[in-house]
């Protein structure tokens, strides 16, 4: 990245861009102070219900060995993690969500 004021010349050799297409991975993964979890490579976009599947195959079984038997679930509010479905289902398992 270069930053270049009004009136400064821009170098050839020190600046390039690449284009190559789009393209994006979505990781997910937990930690808590009892351990982590498996890392999970989604493949396409996520919405509310792969959200929710991801969590159904990876936090559920390791949620209270990470953080204890009174753990929280803590995220970074994205529409698809706040989704009212979502925010259902943390209820209907039990799941405290600090939101």
């Known amino acids: ?9 821009k170098e050839e050799e020190i600046s390039s861009t690449r284009s190559r297409g ?3 991975v979505v990781i997910w ?5 009892g351990g982590k979890s498996s890392v999970c490579f989604v493949d396409g976009r996520m919405n509310a219900k792969g959200y929710r599947e991801v ?12 953080g204890g ?3 929280i679930f803590q995220q970074d509010n994205a529409p698809i993690h706040r ?3 979502n925010l259902t289902w943390f209820k209907s398992q039990k ?3 600090l939101l």
Do not use: E
Request: a positive charge; hydrophobic letters at 45%; charged letters at 15%.
């Open 1 to 9: 990245m270069v930053f270049l004021t009004t009136g400064m010349r």
């Open 95 to 97: 799941i405290n969500v």
């Open 83 to 85: 989704a009212k479905v």
């Open 22 to 24: 789009g393209g994006s």
């Open 55 to 66: 969590l159904k195959k990876h936090l559920i079984d390791i949620g209270s060995c990470m």
């Open 69 to 71: 038997p009174d753990w």
């Open 29 to 33: 993964a937990s930690f808590g102070w």
